[in-house]
């Protein structure tokens, strides 16, 4: 939703005429767009540590093989690469042709010494496979040029669980420590680190681990900036079975403690270690759906993603704009001022009018703006420059921005804000906003009213 720009000046009669539908963009514009648009998480992004926990499923149905063109991807822009990954279904197989039973205690296995043995056997075929697929450098693929070189080791050390509820887990363990130091090594000499749900103990026995704890312990002791999970399930869901594309710790702890909200087996193993790994330092964790087509790409690359993201504390801020916020202002404000929805501001104007704004803040990208222009002799304010990204449309962005609005004009001891509008008529009448008239204008602003425009003033008493 957007309102009129002020115009302190007669602005010019070009940049005031209503101007029609934007020309459709060609197929060439809209890659330069889309790549400008990725360009700050390519720079925020070069260096950073991401932990990458998934499934044996993902290599089992062939997912790897395209994930493997993510993956290389990333690397070229830098990114440091842990890779994660599960054995499950792979040991049930092997036990299976077997006919070797498989034993759980809850949602762990009881390792025995012969499904002790399938797991190790397992895991050796998923390294090759999992080194394999990420050797690939085929001409006119994905992978062309791609030179990802693997590292492995001992980097897990663990201990056995021991008996739970009168139960003996045998040779199922859990971490201990991870050799952090060592990794770091690895990654620093930009090579791809593949860690197995297996552990090693100082006495030299194995163990087998449930991998999303793997992964969590490997996330915080790299201090890494992310900790993704790739599952079937599309993500957290909420009581209606619709996607929670956001959860602060505290709010995913809740949703677990209730337990009100059924969730797939999966999410209910990788919920509580993302939280964890939250609570220890990890920024950001990452439920994503692997059968999603370039899932990992779109939840990192795009303001909306396509999982949840779990986060120490709440993603958006409100506050007042700073100089350096001009760009991200710019940014929503430009293509409306395209569309003739908002009167054209320069960035000279902007800088010296910046203490009027207010931004809207989404994990560090600029999502919506307003402004308050008071004329405090009749005690009335005009908000202004009301924008929103396309993405959180729809999400209470322009709400909580009004409110800020209207609390700012409060302080000032405004009596009134009226606002300037073409095209959110019924919007601003929804939230509270009456039709009146140029005549109710302040003096000031009825002087510059541009007749050519039309735009309806609407009115709310405070």
């Keep these: 939703m957007t309102s009129e720009a002020r115009g302190d000046t007669p602005p010019e009669n070009d940049s005031e005429k209503r101007r029609g539908s934007r020309p459709r963009l060609s197929a060439q514009d809209r890659f330069i767009d889309w790549f400008q648009s990725v360009a700050p998480y390519i720079h925020a992004f070069r260096g950073k540590v991401f932990v990458i926990g998934f499934g044996g499923e993902v290599v089992d ?6 994930l493997t063109h993510d993956l290389n991807l990333l690397a070229a822009l830098g990114v440091k690469l842990v890779l994660v990954h599960g054995s499950r279904p792979q040991i049930e197989a092997k036990l299976k042709a077997q006919k070797i039973r498989s034993r759980f205690s809850g949602k762990l296995r009881i390792t025995d010494g012969p499904a002790l043995e399938a797991a190790m056997e397992v895991t050796g075929k998923l390294r090759v496979q999992i080194e394999a697929l990420l050797s690939m ?29 009168g139960i003996d887990l045998m040779h199922t363990g859990e971490v201990r420590k991870i050799d952090a130091v060592a990794i770091e090594r690895r990654l620093k000499d930009d090579e791809l680190v593949v860690l197995p749900p297996l552990g090693y103990s100082p006495t030299g026995e194995v163990f087998n681990l449930a991998m999303p704890d793997v992964a969590a312990a490997t996330a915080v002791a790299l201090k890494a900036d992310k900790l993704i999970f790739m599952m079937d399930a599309v993500g957290v869901q909420g009581r209606r079975g619709e996607l929670l594309r956001e959860l602060t710790v505290r709010e995913a702890r809740n949703l677990l403690a209730r337990g009100r909200v ?34 990992l790409l779109l939840e990192l690359f795009t303001h909306k993603g396509v999982g949840t993201l779990v986060t120490p504390d709440p993603l958006e801020t409100l506050r007042h704009a700073r100089i350096e916020d001009i760009g991200g202002i710019l940014g929503l404000l430009e293509p409306l001022e395209a569309e003739g929805i908002l009167v054209k501001r320069n960035r000279d104007l902007l800088e010296m009018e910046i203490d009027r704004f207010w931004v809207l803040e989404h994990d560090r990208v600029i999502i919506g703006c307003a402004a308050l222009y008071p004329f405090a002799d009749e005690r009335s304010g005009e908000l202004a420059a009301l924008a929103v990204h396309p993405d959180f449309r729809g999400r209470g962005a322009g709400e909580r921005l009004v409110e800020a609005i209207e609390k700012r004009a409060r302080g000032l001891r405004l009596r009134q804000l009226f606002v300037l509008t073409t095209r959110a008529e019924h919007w601003f009448v929804e939230r509270g906003f009456t039709e009146t008239g140029v005549a109710e204008l302040p003096q000031k602003k009825k002087a510059l009213y541009n007749f050519q425009r039309r735009s309806v003033v609407l009115t709310k008493r405070l």
Excluded: W
């Design 61 to 66: 149905d062939g997912r790897f093989f395209h």
């Design 137 to 165: 450098g085929l001409p006119n693929s994905p992978m062309a040029g791609a030179h990802i070189r693997v590292a492995g080791g001992n980097f897990v050390t663990a201990k056995p669980i021991g008996v739970v509820d």
């Design 262 to 295: 059924p969730q797939s087996e999966e999410v209910s193993s990788y919920l509580p270690a993302a939280v964890r790994a939250c609570d220890q330092g990890v920024g950001r964790t990452h439920l994503i759906s692997g059968h999603l087509d370039d899932s």
